[in-house]
């Protein structure tokens, strides 16, 4: 069983930064890839980013590239998401998830573990 547990969200003016965590613990942590999706209050949830196993290969919603950066750190079992140059539309509960396959995935089902979300709140 893996945990995900994230943190760093929180109010940020609109043009600010702000950089989601997410910490896995738990066997069967190690090996797979990862991603962030978010969810903003009535529409479903979105893909925002994820990254290989090794960081070699990552991939953005199209929403997000150029201003959102996926990482991980896997001596920590630590991923992070840092957003720049944020928006009122990047307002959302962002969730982060474990896939089921090395490379990260654009798409729900490919993903086995998923923490519980934080709250990112942009004011314009």
């Known amino acids: 069983q893996v945990q995900l547990v994230e943190s760093g969200g929180g109010l940020v003016q609109a043009g600010g930064s702000l950089r989601v965590s997410c910490a896995a613990s738990?066997?069967?942590?190690?090996?797979?890839?990862m991603g962030w999706f978010r969810q903003a209050p009535g529409k479903q949830r979105e893909f925002v980013a994820a990254?290989?196993?090794?960081?070699?290969?990552?991939s953005y919603a199209a929403s997000v590239k150029g201003r959102f950066t996926i990482s991980r750190d896997n001596a920590k079992n630590t991923m992070y998401l840092q957003m720049d140059s944020l928006r009122p539309e990047d307002t959302a509960i962002y969730y982060c998830a474990q896939a089921k396959v090395v490379d990260g995935a654009r798409i729900e089902r490919l993903y086995t573990y998923w923490g519980q979300g934080t709250q990112v709140t942009v004011s314009s």
């Open positions: 990254i290989s196993w090794d960081s070699g290969t990552t």
């Open positions: 738990g066997r069967g942590s190690i090996g797979y890839g």
